[in-house]
Protein backbone atom coordinates (compact mmCIF):
# COMPACT_ATOMS: atom_id res chain seq x y z
CA UNK A 1 0.00 0.00 0.00
CA UNK A 2 2.71 2.37 0.78
CA UNK A 3 4.37 1.93 -2.43
CA UNK A 4 1.29 2.69 -4.17
CA UNK A 5 0.87 5.88 -2.19
CA UNK A 6 4.13 6.69 -3.59
CA UNK A 7 3.80 6.48 -7.22
CA UNK A 8 0.24 7.77 -6.60
CA UNK A 9 2.80 11.25 -5.90
CA UNK A 10 5.04 10.33 -7.80
CA UNK A 11 3.28 10.76 -10.81
CA UNK A 12 1.05 13.59 -9.18
CA UNK A 13 4.39 15.55 -8.97
CA UNK A 14 5.46 14.52 -12.51
CA UNK A 15 1.83 15.30 -14.18
CA UNK A 16 2.16 18.74 -12.08
CA UNK A 17 5.77 19.71 -13.27
CA UNK A 18 4.44 18.57 -17.26
CA UNK A 19 1.85 21.03 -16.77
CA UNK A 20 4.05 23.82 -15.55
CA UNK A 21 6.93 23.17 -17.99
CA UNK A 22 4.79 22.81 -21.26
CA UNK A 23 5.80 25.48 -23.46
CA UNK A 24 4.61 27.49 -26.48
CA UNK A 25 7.79 25.78 -29.18
CA UNK A 26 6.02 26.15 -32.42
CA UNK A 27 2.73 26.51 -31.39
CA UNK A 28 -0.09 29.22 -32.37
CA UNK A 29 -2.00 30.32 -29.25
CA UNK A 30 -6.14 30.12 -29.90
CA UNK A 31 -7.02 33.30 -28.52
CA UNK A 32 -9.52 33.03 -25.47
CA UNK A 33 -13.08 34.65 -25.98
CA UNK A 34 -13.48 37.59 -23.57
CA UNK A 35 -17.54 37.95 -25.08
CA UNK A 36 -20.29 36.46 -22.96
CA UNK A 37 -21.79 33.00 -23.57
CA UNK A 38 -21.15 29.80 -24.13
CA UNK A 39 -17.74 30.22 -25.55
CA UNK A 40 -16.87 32.47 -23.35
CA UNK A 41 -17.12 29.91 -20.13
CA UNK A 42 -15.59 26.78 -22.08
CA UNK A 43 -12.94 29.03 -22.82
CA UNK A 44 -12.40 29.82 -19.83
CA UNK A 45 -13.01 26.20 -17.86
CA UNK A 46 -9.54 25.75 -19.96
CA UNK A 47 -7.38 28.14 -17.46
CA UNK A 48 -5.59 26.72 -14.54
CA UNK A 49 -4.73 29.15 -11.54
CA UNK A 50 -2.29 27.79 -9.25
CA UNK A 51 -2.66 30.25 -5.96
CA UNK A 52 0.27 29.95 -3.23
CA UNK A 53 -0.69 31.38 -0.11
CA UNK A 54 0.74 31.60 3.41
CA UNK A 55 -0.76 29.25 6.18
CA UNK A 56 -2.69 32.33 8.07
CA UNK A 57 -4.87 32.51 4.53
CA UNK A 58 -5.81 28.84 4.80
CA UNK A 59 -9.64 29.99 5.23
CA UNK A 60 -9.66 32.57 2.40
CA UNK A 61 -9.39 29.30 -0.38
CA UNK A 62 -13.13 29.00 -1.07
CA UNK A 63 -13.75 32.45 -1.41
CA UNK A 64 -10.89 32.43 -3.63
CA UNK A 65 -12.54 29.87 -5.60
CA UNK A 66 -16.02 31.31 -5.91
CA UNK A 67 -13.99 34.18 -7.70
CA UNK A 68 -12.83 32.45 -10.45
CA UNK A 69 -16.40 30.38 -10.36
CA UNK A 70 -18.36 33.45 -10.66
CA UNK A 71 -15.79 33.58 -14.60
CA UNK A 72 -16.39 29.86 -14.93
CA UNK A 73 -13.05 29.31 -13.49
CA UNK A 74 -13.04 25.93 -12.07
CA UNK A 75 -9.59 24.31 -11.87
CA UNK A 76 -8.35 26.53 -9.44
CA UNK A 77 -5.15 25.09 -7.20
CA UNK A 78 -4.68 26.88 -3.60
CA UNK A 79 -1.36 25.44 -1.76
CA UNK A 80 -0.23 26.87 1.10
CA UNK A 81 3.29 27.65 2.70
CA UNK A 82 4.07 25.92 5.63
CA UNK A 83 6.18 28.75 7.10
CA UNK A 84 7.04 32.34 5.93
CA UNK A 85 5.27 33.92 3.07
CA UNK A 86 4.98 33.35 -1.26
CA UNK A 87 6.45 35.43 -3.07
CA UNK A 88 4.96 38.44 -4.59
CA UNK A 89 4.71 37.58 -7.68
CA UNK A 90 2.64 36.56 -10.84
CA UNK A 91 2.45 34.72 -13.82
CA UNK A 92 -0.45 35.18 -16.49
CA UNK A 93 -0.50 33.02 -19.46
CA UNK A 94 -0.53 34.41 -22.84
CA UNK A 95 -4.19 33.52 -23.44
CA UNK A 96 -5.70 34.63 -20.45
CA UNK A 97 -8.70 37.46 -21.42
CA UNK A 98 -7.92 41.07 -19.95
CA UNK A 99 -10.74 40.69 -17.54
CA UNK A 100 -9.56 37.02 -16.00
CA UNK A 101 -5.71 38.93 -15.59
CA UNK A 102 -7.44 41.49 -13.86
CA UNK A 103 -9.14 39.64 -11.37
CA UNK A 104 -6.11 37.62 -10.77
CA UNK A 105 -3.82 40.59 -10.58
CA UNK A 106 -6.65 41.87 -7.72
CA UNK A 107 -7.00 38.86 -6.25
CA UNK A 108 -3.46 38.22 -5.44
CA UNK A 109 -3.63 42.33 -3.87
CA UNK A 110 -5.63 41.23 -1.93
CA UNK A 111 -4.37 37.94 -1.03
CA UNK A 112 -0.68 37.25 -1.35
CA UNK A 113 0.53 41.00 -0.09
CA UNK A 114 0.96 42.56 -3.37
CA UNK A 115 2.68 42.48 -6.55
CA UNK A 116 6.33 43.18 -7.28
CA UNK A 117 7.62 40.59 -9.70
CA UNK A 118 6.42 39.25 -12.99
CA UNK A 119 6.68 36.37 -15.02
CA UNK A 120 7.75 36.29 -18.19
CA UNK A 121 4.78 34.59 -20.76
CA UNK A 122 7.56 32.74 -22.94
CA UNK A 123 7.74 29.73 -20.56
CA UNK A 124 3.78 29.31 -19.34
CA UNK A 125 1.35 27.47 -20.57
CA UNK A 126 -0.94 29.57 -22.79
CA UNK A 127 -4.05 29.17 -20.53
CA UNK A 128 -2.26 29.23 -16.76
CA UNK A 129 -1.86 32.03 -14.15
CA UNK A 130 -0.34 31.60 -11.32
CA UNK A 131 0.17 33.55 -7.87
CA UNK A 132 3.17 33.80 -5.06
CA UNK A 133 4.66 30.62 -7.08
CA UNK A 134 8.30 29.32 -6.23
CA UNK A 135 9.05 27.08 -8.74
CA UNK A 136 10.52 29.66 -11.12
CA UNK A 137 14.00 30.37 -11.00
CA UNK A 138 14.67 34.10 -9.54
CA UNK A 139 16.36 35.32 -12.24
CA UNK A 140 13.55 34.54 -14.69
CA UNK A 141 11.41 36.95 -12.98
CA UNK A 142 10.94 41.17 -13.85
CA UNK A 143 10.47 44.06 -10.96
CA UNK A 144 7.00 45.86 -11.83
CA UNK A 145 6.68 49.50 -10.58
CA UNK A 146 3.29 50.58 -8.84
CA UNK A 147 2.90 52.43 -12.01
CA UNK A 148 3.17 49.41 -14.35
CA UNK A 149 1.08 47.64 -12.14
CA UNK A 150 -1.66 50.42 -12.73
CA UNK A 151 -1.13 50.41 -16.17
CA UNK A 152 -1.45 46.92 -16.73
CA UNK A 153 -5.03 46.37 -14.39
CA UNK A 154 -6.59 49.50 -16.46
CA UNK A 155 -10.10 48.45 -17.21
CA UNK A 156 -10.28 50.26 -20.46
CA UNK A 157 -7.21 47.40 -21.90
CA UNK A 158 -8.15 44.94 -24.31
CA UNK A 159 -6.74 41.21 -24.23
CA UNK A 160 -3.96 42.16 -27.17
CA UNK A 161 -3.04 46.07 -25.36
CA UNK A 162 -2.85 44.04 -21.86
CA UNK A 163 -0.55 41.13 -22.91
CA UNK A 164 1.78 43.79 -25.33
CA UNK A 165 1.77 45.68 -22.04
CA UNK A 166 2.79 42.68 -20.31
CA UNK A 167 5.60 41.46 -22.15
CA UNK A 168 6.63 45.18 -22.89
CA UNK A 169 7.18 45.37 -19.01
CA UNK A 170 8.96 42.02 -18.80
CA UNK A 171 11.42 42.75 -21.48
CA UNK A 172 9.87 40.00 -23.92
CA UNK A 173 9.22 42.72 -26.71
CA UNK A 174 13.14 43.65 -26.89
CA UNK A 175 14.04 40.08 -27.17
CA UNK A 176 14.80 38.52 -30.61
CA UNK A 177 11.80 36.13 -31.65
CA UNK A 178 12.70 32.24 -30.60
CA UNK A 179 13.18 30.07 -33.86
Known amino acids: MKRRTRNIRLLGGLLFLLV ?19 ASREANQKILVEIFLSKDRQSDADA ?6 AVSITKVRPQYFKAGNPPENIAIGPNIPADIARL ?65 ITGEDKRPPRQ
Open 104 to 168: AIRLALTYNRGIKLLLPEERLRTDYIAIGTSIFDESFQRPITPEQLKQLSEPSLTTDQFHALYRH
Open 20 to 38: LAGQRIGQTAEPILVAEGP
Open 64 to 69: IKREFA
